[in-house]
């Protein structure tokens, strides 16, 4: 995950640690090459945080990234976060519920990951 608060971050931990999973915050010039799914908190600090996801972008194989954020700015900042690499762009209010369904369909294989929807 890049950013979040302490609220943010535990309710996102009580989701993926129903899934078995962990959530593991990456700090600036981390090791990007085998992540699956980052989370990018697009709340604070969005210019330094839409320039990470271009680097994940670039990971072969890249992440799925989902950026979140007010959904007041989400309109022009969903475009820039979309144009730097985010496969999903949601509200923070959608973020528990698009998390829950990517992790839904990480468990069955006959379902993508992958979307560009919002």
Do not use: K
């Not at 697009?42 to 839409?50: A, G, H, M, P, T």
């Not at 890249?62 to 900042?77: E, T, Y």
């Amino acid at each position: 995950m890049v950013g979040a608060d302490l609220m943010v971050t535990s309710r996102l931990s009580a989701i993926l640690g129903h899934h078995g999973l962990s959530l593991r915050s990456i700090a600036h010039g981390a090791e990007l090459s085998g992540l699956q799914l980052v989370l990018v908190d697009l709340n604070r600090d969005q210019e330094s945080r839409l320039q990470t996801m271009r680097g994940l972008s670039q990971v072969t194989p890249p992440p799925l990234i989902v950026a979140f954020g007010p959904h007041v700015l989400m309109r022009d900042l969903g475009r820039r976060a979309r144009a730097a690499g985010a496969d999903r762009v949601v509200a923070n209010s959608a973020l528990p519920v698009v998390l829950e369904g990517l992790l839904a369909r990480a468990e069955d294989p006959a379902r993508s990951t992958r979307s560009t929807h919002d």
